[in-house]
């Protein structure tokens, strides 16, 4: 049986899941390595495909739960056609989809402290949702790829798009939910290796997002305790049907780093008692 990490005084453990579209699958197995291994996660933040995993994790479904649920999941249970000239489709499924399966759907009700990251597409600043509201909508603004899905005006009269596009490795965030260590997830890390240039304006569109979440990701990279990046450079972001491939690859990155983070546990506790001595 796996070690268990003491409860008693130690660190809070947050993660910061980025974006990666049908990539976000792995984080699922992310969860399912940590949960066996008795790693407790405190506090969640997430950009696009990680805001849909993460804020349906602290709503109380278990990596179990999520692996079913990836299983089949495809893109038309999420978006429709749309009639507007700011995007190819709506995600407004998105909603409706999420409120049929998650336990709570308020952020005030969450098991875990969550954050989404939504983009503000006319001030081009982010927005970050979180400790009250509706969490459907959240999650369905931080998925809403520009350009492909319509932008969401909330009640605010904002245009609502992609979380990733200006925090896609939402460390910081994770830190202003009270972590004291934070494990960013970051399932684009890999690069692209199913094509090596763009053939279309679609191809274009996707290395310009690329270009642009690493460099967004890069801006905080540093200041992650420590980083997991699932090997799926192999697979496109619209390939949800590969959902045990991307879960395997999450699993097996976590479980790489277990030892690592137990360690970073220890450590940091220890520190902690060797202050509480020096206070006393």
């Given at each position: 049986?796996?070690?268990?990490?003491?409860?008693?005084?130690?660190?809070?453990?947050?993660?910061?899941?980025?974006?990666?579209?049908?990539?976000?699958i792995?984080h699922?197995g992310?969860?399912?390595?940590?949960?066996e291994?008795n790693?407790p996660?405190?506090?969640?933040?997430?950009?696009?495909?990680?805001?849909l995993?993460?804020?349906?994790?602290a709503?109380g479904?278990s990596?179990?739960?999520?692996?079913?649920?990836?299983?089949?999941?495809?893109?038309?249970?999420?978006?429709r056609?749309?009639?507007?000239?700011?995007?190819?489709?709506?995600n407004?499924?998105?909603e409706?989809?999420?409120?049929?399966?998650?336990?709570?759907?308020?952020?005030?009700?969450?098991k875990?402290?969550?954050?989404?990251?939504?983009?503000?597409?006319?001030?081009?600043?982010?927005i970050?949702?979180?400790?009250?509201?509706?969490?459907?909508?959240?999650?369905?603004?931080?998925?809403?790829?520009?350009?492909?899905?319509?932008?969401?005006?909330?009640?605010?009269?904002?245009?609502?798009?992609?979380?990733?596009?200006?925090?896609?490795?939402?460390?910081?965030q994770?830190?202003?939910?009270?972590?004291?260590i934070v494990?960013?997830?970051?399932?684009?890390?890999?690069?692209?290796?199913?094509?090596?240039?763009p053939k279309?304006a679609l191809?274009?569109?996707?290395?310009?997002?690329?270009?642009?979440?690493?460099?967004?990701?890069?801006?905080?990279r540093?200041?992650?305790?420590?980083?997991?990046?699932?090997?799926?450079?192999?697979?496109?972001?619209d390939?949800?049907?590969?959902?045990?491939?991307?879960?395997?690859a999450?699993?097996?990155?976590?479980?790489e780093?277990?030892?690592?983070?137990?360690?970073?546990?220890?450590?940091?506790?220890?520190?902690?008692?060797?202050?509480?001595?020096?206070?006393?």
């Amino acid at each position: 049986m796996a070690a268990t990490i003491d409860t008693q005084n130690r660190p809070r453990i947050g993660l910061a899941l980025s974006g990666g579209a049908a990539r976000g699958i792995a984080h699922v197995g992310v969860l399912r390595a940590l949960e066996e291994n008795n790693i407790p996660i405190d506090a969640i933040a997430g950009a696009s495909a990680g805001a849909l995993v993460g804020g349906s994790y602290a709503a109380g479904l278990s990596s179990k739960e999520l692996e079913k649920m990836a299983s089949g999941f495809r893109w038309r249970h999420t978006a429709r056609l749309s009639f507007s000239r700011l995007g190819l489709q709506s995600n407004a499924r998105m909603e409706k989809y999420l409120r049929a399966r998650l336990p709570v759907t308020r952020f005030e009700d969450l098991k875990i402290p969550f954050a989404a990251m939504v983009t503000d597409l006319r001030q081009g600043s982010l927005i970050v949702f979180r400790d009250q509201g509706d969490l459907p909508f959240a999650i369905r603004a931080s998925a809403c790829i520009p350009a492909i899905y319509v932008p969401i005006r909330d009640e605010q009269d904002r245009l609502l798009i992609d979380g990733g596009i200006v925090a896609n490795l939402p460390i910081s965030q994770t830190r202003a939910l009270g972590a004291d260590i934070v494990i960013a997830v970051d399932v684009n890390a890999d690069g692209i290796h199913f094509f090596d240039y763009p053939k279309t304006a679609l191809g274009v569109l996707a290395y310009t997002f690329i270009a642009v979440e690493h460099i967004v990701s890069n801006q905080e990279r540093a200041t992650a305790d420590l980083q997991i990046t699932p090997k799926v450079g192999h697979i496109r972001w619209d390939q949800t049907w590969r959902s045990k491939e991307l879960i395997k690859a999450g699993y097996e990155a976590a479980i790489e780093s277990i030892d690592k983070i137990k360690k970073l546990v220890e450590e940091r506790s220890a520190a902690a008692r060797a202050m509480e001595t020096i206070v006393v």
